[in-house]
């Protein structure tokens, strides 16, 4: 049974931090590239970084988190993390982790990250 779950939301007041993690079971994780995605409210989702499989674990980010987020694997706890600093409120979002190897995508069902004073 493939799952995976995403931890480490919540509120957080601008210029703040938080650490995103996604725990991934069920699928072999290490050839999966990993991603993340968040959807703001009356928004579409969008791809916000991915980190590429054992063989090629380049990553890629948005623009607009380029410097601020990291995203990183850990292919022996099977888990996906995002690092967020400097958050600004634009950052306000529900966030999904995706592992996707060809054909398939498997998704968890997002976390909650608010930014607000």
């Known amino acids: 049974q493939v799952q995976l779950v995403e931890s480490g939301g919540g509120l957080v007041q601008p210029g703040g931090s938080l650490r995103l993690a996604c725990a991934a079971s069920?699928?072999?994780?290490?050839?999966?590239?990993m991603g993340w995605y968040r959807q703001a409210p009356g928004k579409e989702r969008e791809m916000v970084a991915g980190?590429?499989?054992?063989?090629?674990?380049?990553?890629n980010y948005v623009d607009s988190v380029k410097g601020r987020f990291v995203i990183s694997r850990d292919n022996a706890k099977n888990t996906a993390y995002l690092q967020m600093n400097s958050l600004k409120p634009e950052d306000t979002g529900v966030y999904y982790c995706?592992?996707?190897?060809?054909?398939?995508?498997?998704w968890g069902q997002g976390t909650q990250v608010t930014v607000s004073s």
């Open positions: 995706v592992a996707i190897r060809g054909s398939n995508a498997y």
């Open positions: 069920g699928f072999a994780f290490s050839s999966y590239v």
């Open positions: 980190i590429g499989s054992v063989r090629d674990p380049t990553t």
